[in-house]
């Protein structure tokens, strides 16, 4: 590994010691749970939309997990920050790797893209395309 992981390892340890946005909203428009239950992370996703119901203003989490997983949901939580609900449903897997900027394991992936695949569901429910009680990585 060269210089450039150990940058990004220190950003995941940054965010993992000081997460942005760790939280819940007053006010969100849609919240959802998620758990990965192989690593027991559990993330609880807030998203706030602008009146346009389309833009999101505002992202809060809160939870408890690996460094990964909490990185990468606070990470996730400054970059949703004025996209739209179908960027948001259009990220996948690649998205959230380049976005910690380390190879992840197999093993850690369910940990990394977990944030992500909460606040997608969570944006799928509340447009009446989606029903889960929460959203787990297991298949």
Request: glycine share 8%; hydrophobic share 35%.
């Amino acid at each position: 590994m060269g210089l450039g992981s150990d940058m990004y390892r220190q950003q995941i340890l940054d965010h993992y010691k000081n997460p942005r946005n760790y939280g819940e909203l007053e006010d969100p428009t849609f919240s959802h749970v998620g758990e990965n239950p192989m690593c027991g992370d559990e993330i609880r996703m807030d998203i706030r939309l602008d009146e346009d119901n389309e833009t999101i203003n505002a992202v809060a989490f809160s939870g408890d997990g690996c460094a990964i997983s909490q990185a990468s949901a606070s990470m996730l939580s400054s970059e949703l920050t004025g996209k739209t609900v179908d960027e948001l449903l259009e990220m996948d897997r690649d998205d959230v790797v380049d976005m910690l900027g380390v190879d992840i394991s197999p093993m850690r992936i369910k940990c990394a893209v977990l944030a992500e695949k909460v606040a997608q569901d969570g944006a799928e429910i509340y447009r009446g395309e989606l029903e889960v009680e929460k959203t787990t990585t297991e298949d």
